[in-house]
């Protein structure tokens, strides 16, 4: 216990859990947030709608810490605040995020008993846990994203601010322009096509 007040002591306790729950569930989730606000304004939110919210918000959060996770054998074991990896694997890699796909599925299957709402779950965990990298990105300049095939880390947030000159040609700058953005769209694209699956959605109304 002393050890674990001590490492608190030294300013290891820090605010990146929370800021990245918070992001996870009030920006990329926040369909589900604008969807049940109505409904809770006007008290129609039913048991089985909070049930349903606060299992989400449940799998979406511990999901985006799923990258950190380490850090509590650690702080606990070795007085320190490593949390990048499990051996020689990189906890904040595509290839650990498999974890989290396999915790939202195991979730989602005992909640409903339904493979579908298992394999929705797992694509909202999965988007919870990518959510974590390109925060630790933009804070840390890069993520071993695609670890065992390249282990150096990639930033795709300095990718977006390649100059035309560094890329070469216009196609370079294209597709790096591109690319960058595309993977923050999927993420995104992800979380918002599970939260519809559940439920939670933006509807265009057709003006009359």
């Known amino acids: 216990m002393e050890k674990i007040i001590d490492t608190f002591e030294k300013g290891f306790l ?5 800021v990245h729950v918070l992001f996870f569930l ?16 006007r008290r129609e939110l039913s048991f089985s709608d909070a049930r349903k919210l606060l299992l989400l918000a ?22 320190t605040m490593e949390h990048c990896s499990i ?16 915790f939202g599925g195991l979730v989602g299957y005992a909640a409903f008993r339904e493979f579908s709402k298992a394999v929705y779950m797992a694509i909202f965990a999965e988007s919870a846990f990518l959510t974590h990298l390109l925060l630790d990105d933009i804070a840390e300049g890069g993520c071993e994203y695609l670890y065992p095939l390249y282990s150096s880390p990639i930033s795709v947030f300095s990718m977006m601010d390649t100059e035309f000159a560094a890329a070469g040609s216009l196609f370079h700058y294209l597709m790096v322009s591109i690319v960058s953005v595309f993977c923050v769209f999927v993420v995104i694209l992800m979380a918002l096509f599970a939260l519809d699956k559940f439920g939670f959605e933006f509807g265009y109304r057709k003006e009359k």
Do not use: R
């Open 14 to 18: 820090m605010p990146y859990p929370v």
């Open 26 to 41: 009030f920006c990329v989730g926040i369909v589900a947030v604008y969807a049940i606000t109505g409904p809770l304004y």
């Open 58 to 79: 449940f799998v979406g959060g511990a999901c985006t810490l799923f990258p950190d996770i380490m850090v509590v054998y650690n702080i606990i074991i070795n007085n």
């Open 87 to 102: 051996g020689s694997i990189p906890t904040h890699s595509l290839l650990f995020s498999f974890t989290a796909i396999l």
